[in-house]
């Protein structure tokens, strides 16, 4: 079966440090990987995504991940983190068993927490 | 401004009564979702619907219903049949086919309370 795991339920790191949310996938056959936000009450913001290609994909707002694919992991990294960047954060596959529907398997979900 | 809208932001309903929850893209994307958000369960899926006249169940579609009569609409009906209808709704659009890596889009969300 096909799943996304993001091992922590919250992240915390202080302002001005790296920052990296876990994201462990199961797919068979080549992923498609995302990463979302959201912030209190609000819709999921699109990040970035993985399809092929470079391992290192570089996103929205600074963000980046790297794919790892002996580690099955697409973690998500920033440099030097905001208190701004406080958040929800979703990891997500898209569903190869669906066909060309689009369907995404989103993991449960990391809260980070920037500390000024 | 393209995007996505849903309506009401909150929303109230009595045991026993059907509610609608509103979903419009204008962003011309063939595919819309509707997700489920709980608290530490992350999204999972209730519909999704890839063409007009067209819809599929997800992984909770149990005391849901749903339309897809215009491209640009995809409401999502919560009847009394659904037992625990207390939560966030979101509501996602994409572009599908070939092009089935595209991000998904979504709307501000729905919370609803059942009273």
């Known amino acids: 079966a096909q799943s996304v795991a993001q091992p922590e339920d919250q992240v915390n790191v202080a302002e001005g440090n790296p920052l990296t949310v876990k994201c462990t996938y199961s797919?068979?056959?080549?992923?498609?990987l995302f990463w979302y936000v959201q912030y209190p009450n609000r819709g999921l913001q699109f990040l970035l995504k993985?399809?092929?290609?470079?391992?290192l994909v570089k996103g929205s707002y600074g963000f980046e991940a790297e794919f790892n694919k002996s580690q099955t992991s697409f973690h998500l990294k920033k440099p030097s983190a905001l208190v701004s960047d406080s958040a929800l954060y979703f990891c997500?596959?898209?569903?190869?068993?669906?066909?060309?529907?689009?369907?995404?398997?989103f993991g449960q979900g990391t809260t980070l927490q920037v500390k000024p | 401004d393209g995007g996505i809208t849903q309506s009401p932001k909150y929303l109230f309903r009595k045991e026993g009564q059907n509610v609608t929850l509103s979903c419009e893209q204008n962003?011309?994307?063939?595919?819309m979702y509707w997700y489920r958000q709980d608290p530490g369960q992350g999204l999972r899926l209730i519909y999704y619907?890839?063409?007009?006249?067209?819809?599929q169940k997800g992984d909770i579609a149990e005391g849901y219903s749903v339309s897809r009569e215009k491209k640009e609409s995809f409401p999502l009906t919560v009847t009394s049949a659904q037992k625990n209808p207390t939560a966030f709704y979101l509501c996602?659009?994409?572009?599908?086919?070939?092009?089935?890596?595209?991000?998904?889009?979504f709307g501000p969300g729905t919370r609803l309370t059942v009273l």
């Open positions: 996602a659009s994409s572009i599908t086919g070939v092009s089935s890596y595209n991000e998904q889009f």
């Open positions: 797919v068979s056959g080549n992923p498609y």
């Open positions: 993985y399809i092929t290609g470079d391992n």
């Open positions: 997500a596959v898209r569903d190869r068993g669906s066909g060309n529907t689009g369907k995404l398997i």
């Open positions: 962003l011309n994307h063939d595919a």
């Open positions: 619907s890839q063409i007009v006249n067209d819809f």
